[in-house]
């Protein structure tokens, strides 16, 4: 699994105005990193410099202790499954959505998927005879289900690096709950980082980084970090 390193990085979006300052901090293999802080701290930030949307200005971001600015967007996409805030889905079934852009899936891979995101039951309820090509749409689907469509998604591309960008925090609180168990399970065996507001929904990371204005402010485990207030 490959590790994720920030080391010194610049960034800005306007010349005038820099987000990211020396930001350092390293995801080890297999890891699961949680990045919290307040809202414009430069947490997505931090994940579209790893979709290589943009470049930083100084400083280095490797992937397993490669350079991305010698990686194509390409294969960096095809090495990540995010799981956005907010997942738009197509007013199509739920097999469609999870399957969508995932050329070769099969259907029974599909289903796997599915009742690893814990949504396998829209598809196990429908009436015998009909498959995952028809079915509950998911235009109809809540927050948190078209959240499990997201973490289905992902599980099927089984990408070694996992992101959630804030994946839970548009949900209520029981929903969170429910859904933070489901990306425990995809985080498994995988190189993951969690952009989230609140240390409460980032218990199961194996380090936190609490970023302010673009800069660690702290470093450590949820338990140590509760203990420093
Ligand atoms: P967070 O995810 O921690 O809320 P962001 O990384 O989204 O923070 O944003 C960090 C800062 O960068 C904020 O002040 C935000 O206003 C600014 N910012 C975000 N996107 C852009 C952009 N495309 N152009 C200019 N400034 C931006
Ligand atoms: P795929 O590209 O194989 O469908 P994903 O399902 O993980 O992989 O979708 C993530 C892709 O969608 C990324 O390549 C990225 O370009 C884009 N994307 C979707 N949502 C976001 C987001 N919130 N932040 C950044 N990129 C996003």
Do not use: W
Not at 20 to 25: A, E, G, R, V
Not at 37 to 43: D, F, H, L, M
Not at 188 to 212: K, N, P, Y
Request: a negative charge; hydrophobic letters at 40%.
């Amino acid at each position: 699994l490959p590790s994720v390193e920030f080391q010194d990085v610049n960034f800005g979006y306007d010349a005038d105005r820099q987000i990211l300052h020396k930001l350092s901090f390293k995801v080890e293999p297999g890891q699961t990193l949680a990045l919290v802080g307040p809202s414009g701290a430069g947490k997505s930030t931090i994940a579209r410099l790893l979709f290589r949307f943009y470049d930083p200005q100084g400083g280095r971001i490797l992937v397993g202790g490669q350079d991305i600015s010698q990686v194509t967007q390409g294969s960096l996409r095809a090495a990540m499954g995010i799981v956005p805030q907010d997942t738009v889905l197509f007013n199509d079934t739920i097999g469609y959505n999870i399957g969508y852009g995932r050329e070769g899936a099969t259907q029974e891979e599909i289903v796997r998927a599915a009742h690893g995101a814990a949504i396998g039951t829209f598809i196990e309820s429908l009436p015998k005879g009909y498959d995952t090509e028809v079915g509950e749409r998911g235009l109809k689907l809540s927050g948190g289900e078209k959240q499990r469509v997201a973490i289905a998604r992902t599980l099927l591309k089984n990408p070694p690096l996992a992101i959630f960008d804030e994946a839970t925090s548009a949900l209520d609180s029981a929903t969170e709950a429910e859904i933070l168990g489901t990306l425990g399970t995809l985080a498994q065996g995988r190189t993951t980082l969690v952009i989230a507001h609140r240390l409460s929904t980032v218990t199961h990371a194996d380090t936190i980084i609490v970023l302010e204005k673009g800069c660690v402010a702290e470093q450590g485990s949820h338990r140590e970090l509760l203990r420093k207030g």
